[in-house]
């Protein structure tokens, strides 16, 4: 592992101050939790990059802390794959005063937890916030445990910004430009469906928006550990968040019914994909089910064996606009292809 100075926080010791930087690798912290915050909008590929981590880390123990927009969660039965400590936080922004709690006790929790690496996936709304805030939280919690004496190595955000969509939706939702600007590592994801003249004009964009920023083209979230440490700078600890429960799109959540098979699922959804940002899910289909991940109008179909995702809850996520995606327009793609009534509830 590199060996360049960290972002680290005591809390093992009754104070409030923030620790002068050490080395990662030092007798003293060998024991720490290295950390890392991902952010990204909707279908960027957060989940594939960090799916690509864990096959960076096979002796390691790694832990996740998966934050979902809606009430469901859908990405950490995706990931959870091999020896992994999986935390789900739903229906918000961690960031947001509403999950901000919730956060800081799960960052707690992990420090008494046998993991070596702790990766956070924001919300693809999540308008990331000063991290200080959160460590300060975390150490007024351990004082009550003076016999965890962990600490994190706090690395710095990484945002992945989807080459496809990213022009596009930095004209539409202002939080795309915010996670650029407070990150230091930007994985431009699904460089190989643009041109590299795309690329670069892509890559001019971010560093306009962020010129601190070390931009890192690539495909399917593909990054090496190495390349993290080092090129990742630590973020601006006085970054504010803007992020609040009134600037997020709308989202419906979709029971999926059984069927024999899966063309009413795939003709549905590409009905439906193009009033969507976001669309993933499970549908029973026979014995098996039927995993969908769609951004906008790309929309990926995996089958999969009921065993790969025991936990897998039979729901569809389509989050949109609400001036496109509301729930005649649901509806009537549904009676389309379906025989049975909608269940259905609008998440927010």
Known sequence: M???????????????????????????????????????????GKTSFLQNMLTHLPNSRVGVIVNEFGSIGIDGTVIQKGELTIQEINNGSIFCACLKGGFTRTLAAFLSQPVDYLFVEASGLADPDNMETYFLQVEKMMLKKPEVTRRYNYRGGICVADAVNFEDYLDIFPVVESQIQKSRFILLNKCDQVSEEEQKALTDMILEINPEACVYPTSYGKVTLDVLEEKLLKEDPHAESLNTPWNRPVTYIVDMPVRDTAVPVHKFCRKIAPLTIRMKGFAPVGDGLCHVEAVSTEIVFEDMAKDEAPHAKLKLVLIGREDRLTQEAIEEAWRTFFDSEIVMVKDW
């Not at 680290?8 to 930087?21: M, V």
């Open 2 to 44: 590199n060996s360049r100075p960290a972002m680290c926080w005591d809390i093992s010791r009754p104070t409030y101050k923030r620790q002068k930087e050490v080395n990662v690798i030092s007798t003293d912290n060998h024991n720490n939790i290295e950390m890392y915050l991902v952010s990204g909008f909707l279908g960027s």
